[in-house]
């Protein structure tokens, strides 16, 4: 107990306090101690925080979520915050594709920039298009456009003044940011953000989507800090055949986060590399493993000890969509490995290859590993 603590302290040090104060100022010391010490044990307990900032470079700053899933009216100091943060110091122009969207910080910080007269664009899934903070945003004169149609514009993404991106697979929700394992990258690069911004172009102005969109990505091969990245945007450019592609390159290891893994092209090259000797670990998102399409059977089936899966540990979900390989090319974003990702839906996909940037998700592969049943 605190208090317990607090008087362990007073009487290890009294004895050399007296002889270094008076005894009316010795009395005042232990006095004000004692009362820290008491109002200190009134406070509540300090859970753990709601995200892990876990690195950042030059360009970059990852941050993954810590998902202790805290009641409603505690859910505090989490993602919401920092880019609400992020988002009121916008001079000129936010646009954001967000799937579901309900974090109350981020929606009363797009009302104040649009008060403030900075351009606000928002696009939505149409089944998440009357949910109240949708409405709140529109009730203030922003105007939100939806994809009006069944497969899903899956984006989680930002741009601010045509400079900074957030994308990752964190929806904007209090239960993504506060119960769910998910990522989230800031990334300062204005070629970058044209990208996203061409792509919001087409779902606001041309109302394109998934397939009908035009696959016209300013800068699918660019590099940021020295560092080369490539950016897709499906489902008009076909994602899953380039992932496939990579994970066939592989020479030493490959790990993977999956919150939905269908897809053959990624599939079967996992396997393929497994059986030829490369080390493959990966997690699944439980509820998904369990599908028949689901590529965790496959993979278990095999039973090659160096071909390794389990399922998350995460009682609410594993959100994550990540491929690591060889330790220093990561696979991120909003895109499952799905056929509806590649064909269907609206997404966006990052592949940084550098091992810095790689580290940081491979130490939260490591964490969510550790968590998961084996």
Request: charged share 20%.
């Amino acid at each position: 107990m605190l208090v317990a603590s607090g008087w362990w302290l007073v009487k290890a040090t009294s004895h050399q306090l007296k002889e270094k104060f008076p005894m009316r100022k010795f009395l005042l010391f232990i006095l004000l101690l004692l009362t820290a010490v008491a109002c200190d044990d009134l406070l509540p307990a300090i859970d753990s925080p709601p995200i892990v900032d876990s690195g950042s470079g030059d360009w970059y700053q990852i941050y993954f979520t810590n998902p202790t899933c805290p009641p409603e009216d505690q859910r505090q100091g989490g993602l919401d915050e920092i880019i609400a943060a992020d988002l009121l110091e916008a001079q000129l122009q936010v646009d954001m594709a967000a799937f579901d969207f309900d974090a109350p910080p981020m929606v009363d910080a797009l009302i104040a920039l649009k008060n403030r007269g900075v351009t606000v664009r928002v696009v939505t899934d149409t089944d998440h298009a009357d949910q109240s903070s949708i409405n709140r945003l529109r009730r203030n004169g922003i105007s939100v456009v939806e994809d009006k149609r069944g497969a899903f514009m899956h984006n989680k993404f930002i741009v601010i003044d045509g400079r900074y991106t957030w994308t990752g697979s964190t929806n904007f929700t209090t239960n993504d940011i506060y119960c769910y394992n998910n990522n989230l990258v800031r990334i300062d690069s204005a070629q970058l953000a044209a990208n996203y911004r061409a792509e919001m172009d087409e779902m606001v102005n041309d109302r394109k989507f998934g397939p009908t969109s035009p696959a016209a990505t300013p800068n699918e091969q660019l590099t940021i800090g020295g560092v080369r990245v490539e950016n897709y945007f499906a489902s008009e450019t076909k994602v899953a055949p380039i992932i496939g592609r990579l994970v066939s390159q592989s020479q030493n290891d490959i790990k993977f986060m999956a919150f939905s893994f269908t897809h053959e092209d990624i599939g079967e090259a996992m396997i393929e590399r497994a059986q030829q000797g490369v080390n493959v670990q990966g997690v699944f998102e439980t509820t998904g493993s369990q599908t028949e399409f689901s590529y965790y059977g496959d993979m278990l089936s095999e039973r090659l000890p160096n071909l390794q899966v389990r399922q998350d540990g995460n009682p609410r979900l594993m959100h994550h969509k990540v491929i690591i390989i060889d330790g220093k090319t990561t696979i991120f974003g909003s895109f499952n490995f799905t056929g509806n990702a590649n064909n269907s839906n609206d997404e966006n996909v990052l592949i940084v290859h550098d091992p810095t940037f790689a580290s940081y998700f491979l130490a939260e592969f490591e964490a969510v590993w550790n968590e998961a049943k084996q």
